[in-house]
């Protein structure tokens, strides 16, 4: 991305505001809040008739954010996000999203689970990414 890591931090770590970045959200805010610090805030994503809770599980400023999805449908047993950013020289930040599915036990959901990953990289991460690099930009200009 053409931002600072910092930048780019700020947008994504801006928790309760994915919806100003993220095509498709209608709705986000912050549902509580740890007392401890930012592992355990949840955040409510309406999208469309599907609400979404994700719940913070790592935050490592201005590095790594982790955070657990529910609201899937229930065939989904786990499903996690978790962002990498690394400078990528002066005003540049390369930023990564690995999205972590679990089917359940057995080959074949093990299987299903891979190939849902695949899709979910070209569908909703690249949207996510492209979200984030626009509004970073923005941004940073």
């Known amino acids: ?3 600072d ?3 780019v931090w700020d947008v994504l770590a801006d928790f309760g505001s994915i919806h ?3 095509p498709g ?3 986000s805010c912050v549902l509580a809040t740890a007392a401890d610090g930012p592992v355990g805030t949840a955040r409510r994503v309406q999208m469309g008739r599907m ?3 994700e719940t913070i ?3 490592d400023a201005p590095a790594a954010l982790a955070y657990d999805i529910a609201g899937l449908p229930r065939w989904l047993r786990h499903f996690d996000n978790r962002w990498t950013l690394q400078s990528a020289g002066p005003g540049a930040t390369t930023v990564t999203v690995t999205s ?3 089917l359940g ?3 074949l959901r093990t299987l299903a689970a891979r190939v849902l990953c695949l899709l979910l990289g070209r569908l909703s991460s690249d949207t996510m990414l492209a979200g984030l690099a626009a509004r970073s930009e923005t941004a940073h200009a």
């Open 105 to 107: 036990p057995g080959r």
């Open 51 to 53: 609400t979404l809770v």
């Open 20 to 22: 100003d970045w993220l």
């Open 57 to 59: 599980t790592e935050f």
């Open 5 to 7: 890591r910092q930048t």
């Open 100 to 102: 972590t599915v679990d």
């Open 25 to 27: 959200v209608d709705h």
């Open 1 to 3: 991305m053409r931002a």
